[in-house]
């Protein structure tokens, strides 16, 4: 059938923590709506960390590409969602596919290249991509398929790099099309979306711009609703994670609340929020709406470190709205972030020591991942193969895979995913005034000082 899209998801995933890629699901409802008919292929593995050898996992994903050799004649049009550490299976998929595919290649780590100038550096290894969509894919898809070259910003010998930039109103999307998805293996829950980007774009350690976008942009609070609604209507989910950078810098935060409890909708929710802008009323309505729990993007218990981050918030009001969310009975995943270029190991020893003292549900450790505008400032600070770099593996086995690619071990996960596994060896490399090492063994310790006081599991751990 002309023009037939097949997306693609190549991430392998743990289904006890995932749930179905929204970003496809909106590319495929938009499709949809004009006539395009898709299917959403992803790598949803079972019980993948029962996995005992590689040759396992290898078995496994040579069923994957099987399954998409046998379909790829059948598609017009192939999009791949390319996200950190996936650009070698992107490449990978490309290259199995026929030549009369058009093939895509988007996703945030495509954007990560982009805008931080490295992606010039591997520009002949993505000769097996058509386009590489940088703009919103709901938009890039639909141009691309209507032939609209006026959205064409560059080429690298056959590439084209394609932006026909942001979607504006974000409720002239349809709901994503969770429908494409074998949705009963998934983890129960599905994502919404209030607004998209952040409202401050400041921390200086932050890519979320390239996630949605750099403009903040919001949806209606009734049509949110509707969603929520429809959701548990037809898929019989009631379970959602806001996946707004702050849902309480959303507009319509006590409206869209509001609009919950007074159409007594049996939901319950999680979501990200700023610490500054919790105060015990929003906290009350949230609770009474639904919401049974916040993670807060602490990053340090040190108050010249935050300032340093531009991260907008002291250490008092983290303390305080921790307090008010434990006290409108919300738990609190607590977000830090190990190893900033600011940072030091006196000072980090120091927030993991206080942050035992604050009881938090959960707490989610990251390790240091370098910025896009980092790399942008810093362009000699790395010269890596970022062809080459492959994270697409079962977290177990990831300490034996990661070799001397520098950037593997600059993943924000990559400590809390290999757990207690360490690798052979460290890549000689400091950012700042820590080594790689350095950063690593402080997250482990951070991570083992409090996964027994924690007394819930968090959402999904990898996003």
């Not at 900033?340 to 240091?368: A, G, M, P, Q, V």
Request: proline letters at 3%.
């Amino acid at each position: 059938m002309k023009n037939k899209f097949l997306l693609i998801d190549p991430f392998c995933k743990n289904p006890k923590y995932e749930s179905p890629n929204m970003k496809l699901g909106y590319c495929s409802s938009v499709l949809e709506k004009n006539g395009i008919e898709t299917y959403i292929m992803d790598f949803l593995v079972p019980d993948i960390d029962k996995l005992k050898k590689l040759e396992e996992f290898a078995k496994l994903k040579e069923h994957f590409f099987k399954e998409l050799n046998d379909i790829k004649k059948d598609y017009t049009y192939v999009y791949i969602n390319c996200e950190y550490g996936l650009l070698k299976s992107c490449i990978d998929i490309a290259n199995t596919l026929d030549k009369s595919n058009i093939i895509i290649l988007g996703g945030t780590f495509v954007n990560y290249l982009y805008y931080s100038k490295q992606i010039e550096k591997i520009s002949d290894e993505l000769n097996c991509f058509n386009y590489i969509s940088l703009g919103d894919p709901e938009n890039d898809l639909f141009n691309i398929v209507n032939k609209v070259d006026t959205y064409e910003v560059a080429r690298y010998n056959n590439t084209i790099l394609y932006n026909s930039g942001l979607v504006k109103n974000l409720d002239s999307l349809p709901y994503p099309a969770w429908n494409k998805y074998a949705i009963d293996k998934y983890d129960g829950n599905l994502y919404l979306v209030a607004s998209k980007s952040c409202r401050y774009n400041k921390c200086n350690f932050c890519d979320e711009k390239l996630i949605w976008g750099n403009e903040f942009r919001y949806r209606n609070y009734k049509e949110i609703v509707k969603e929520i609604i429809y959701n548990i209507n037809n898929y019989k989910i009631n379970s959602f994670f806001f996946w707004d950078a702050s849902l309480a810098s959303y507009p319509y935060i006590n409206e869209l609340c509001n609009e919950i409890i007074e159409n007594n909708i049996k939901c319950k929710w999680t979501a990200l929020v700023r610490a500054a802008e919790i105060n015990n009323e929003l906290a009350a309505l949230m609770r009474k709406a639904g919401c049974y729990s916040i993670e807060i993007g602490i990053e340090t218990l040190n108050d010249e470190i935050l300032e340093l981050m531009n991260k907008g918030v002291t250490v008092a009001k983290i303390v305080e709205a921790i307090s008010i969310l434990k006290k409108n009975d919300i738990k609190v995943e607590g977000s830090f972030l190990i190893g900033h270029f600011d940072d030091n190991k006196e000072n980090i020893l120091n927030t993991i020591k206080k942050s035992k003292e604050l009881r938090l549900d959960y707490y989610r450790w990251h390790n240091l991942e370098l910025s896009a505008s980092f790399l942008l400032n810093n362009p000699n600070i790395i010269n890596e193969r970022w062809n080459e770099l492959d994270l697409n593996y079962p977290n177990q086995f990831l300490h034996e895979i990661i070799g001397d690619h520098l950037c593997g071990y600059l993943d924000m996960h990559i400590v809390s995913k290999m757990g207690k596994n360490y690798p052979e060896k460290y890549p000689d490399f400091k950012i700042g005034n820590l080594t790689i090492q350095e950063i690593h063994d402080l997250t482990r310790k951070a991570i083992e000082g409090t996964e027994e006081i924690a007394s819930i599991e968090g959402h999904n751990p990898y996003i």
